[in-house]
């Protein structure tokens, strides 16, 4: 199991690295620190998950862990000042529900965690991925130079 | 720092055997998602594409049932069919 993560997340990471060899940018310090959050979060969602999975209840983890992730962007995006439209928000809405459904699973054979542990790797795997998210969108497009020259006071525009 | 977590825990991490070299390929298609996803807050909403992305065990569900012949719950279905509708309403508005 973790050597599956470590070899996935090894591979990911080399290719990201020749991704942005590939096209040099100019990030500023924020820049780095956003990747380095959206770091920490990946790394902290696969670890929670992983344990979630390995020793607790799939049908309590799998759903919160991807519940959190859906909705840790949503609150970052919204309290940054996003406003979708209403059928956009019609879509955000339905989609929290119906990726619980869809996430829970049956749970098959015997769970050695407590329930409250379940409920901390599941909450903690679902903030992790959702911090990902949140800050992998705080990176702009356009290069560090460029933003300092003009400066819309909205860092994620 | 799944490396240091590993380690902390006292458990085995090394990549021996095929199946932890097969996940290799979930490395590529993650450095993938995350080139997309970039990309997808940079022209969109983060609102957006953070939830839709937060939809993939959607994908882990139907690829277990199509590649897997894995049975799909009814409660599953009825998160998936949700989902079509969510996707819908979110391209639409």
């Known amino acids: ?157 | 720092m799944t490396i240091g977590v590993a380690t902390a825990l006292g458990v085995a991490w090394l990549p021996r055997d095929r199946a932890a070299f097969t996940a290799a390929w979930a490395g590529v298609l993650s450095a993938a998602a995350t080139l997309m996803f970039l990309l997808a807050t940079q022209s969109g909403l983060l609102t957006v594409a953070g939830v839709l992305s937060a939809l993939y065990p959607a994908v882990t569900v139907a690829l277990a049932a199509v590649v897997l012949r894995e049975a799909i719950h009814r409660h599953q279905a009825v998160g998936l069919a949700l989902i079509g509708v969510a996707v819908a309403c979110v391209a639409a508005g």
């Open chain 1, 1 to 157: 199991m973790w050597a599956v993560a470590v070899a996935a997340q090894f591979v990911a990471a080399v290719l990201t690295t020749g991704l942005a060899l590939a096209f040099v940018g100019d990030p500023a310090t924020t820049d780095w620190l956003w990747a380095l959050g959206a770091g920490v979060g990946s790394g902290g969602g696969t670890v929670f998950l992983y344990r979630g999975l390995g020793s607790g209840r799939m049908g309590v983890v799998a759903p919160l862990s991807a519940v959190g992730t859906a909705l840790v962007p949503l609150v970052v995006g919204v309290v940054a000042g996003e406003r979708p439209g209403a059928l956009t928000w019609t879509g955000v809405v339905l989609a929290l529900p119906a990726v619980w459904l869809v996430a829970r699973t049956p749970d098959t054979g015997t769970s050695t965690s407590s329930a409250a542990q379940d409920l901390t790797n599941g909450l903690l795997a679902g903030l992790g991925f959702g911090a990902l998210f949140a800050a992998l969108g705080q990176v702009p497009e356009r290069p560090a130079s460029d933003r300092s020259r003009s400066r819309s006071g909205a860092p994620w525009s």
